[in-house]
């Protein structure tokens, strides 16, 4: 069964929207397999977003995501990284529709509530950044 990492980003910890997205996801069918609260350190942001160190928003991507507590969760189900990312919306919640998480929630794009992983290679590559095997249900 297809497995993603979706992270509840610190704005959406602030703003008191894990359960929202946690809703959502299990409402659409996902199952939870692991998850955490915890603060991201540079060296782990660093590691997550490496594709993107290169890139101008880089210094403030990460000045955020270690910014305040994270919840880092692994969903199962048909299709989960597309799915995820379904419920999520586009990466600019300007563009993002009315009914996801980005497009009901955000406004700004680097605090756009929440993350998911990009591929079935992502997913894999960051469940291994966040979660020993053992953590994994
Ligand atoms: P993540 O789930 O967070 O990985 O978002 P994504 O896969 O939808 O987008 P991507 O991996 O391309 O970018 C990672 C994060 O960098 C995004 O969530 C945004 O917060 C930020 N970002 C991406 N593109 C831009 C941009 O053009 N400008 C700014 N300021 N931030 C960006
Ligand atoms: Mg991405």
Redesign the pocket.
């Known amino acids: 069964m297809a497995t993603t990492f979706v992270m509840v980003k610190p704005d959406g910890v602030r703003r008191g929207l894990v359960g929202e997205v946690i809703r959502r996801m299990e409402q659409k069918g996902l199952r939870l397999k692991a998850m955490k609260l915890l603060q991201v350190s540079p060296e782990l942001a660093a590691q997550h ?1 490496a594709e ?1 160190q290169d890139k101008p ?1 880089y210094p ?2 990460i000045a955020f995501i270690t910014s305040g507590p994270s919840v880092p969760m692994v969903w199962e189900g048909r299709e989960a990284v597309t799915v995820a990312r379904t419920i999520m919306g586009a ?1 600019d919640p300007v563009k993002a529709l009315p009914g996801t998480l980005r497009g009901d929630y955000g406004l700004a ?2 605090e ?1 509530i929440v ?2 992983s ?1 591929s079935d290679a992502s997913a894999e590559r960051e469940i291994g950044l966040y979660f020993a095997p053992h953590e994994l249900v």
């Open positions: 977003y993107h928003f403030e991507l990466t794009i680097t756009n993350h998911g990009d």
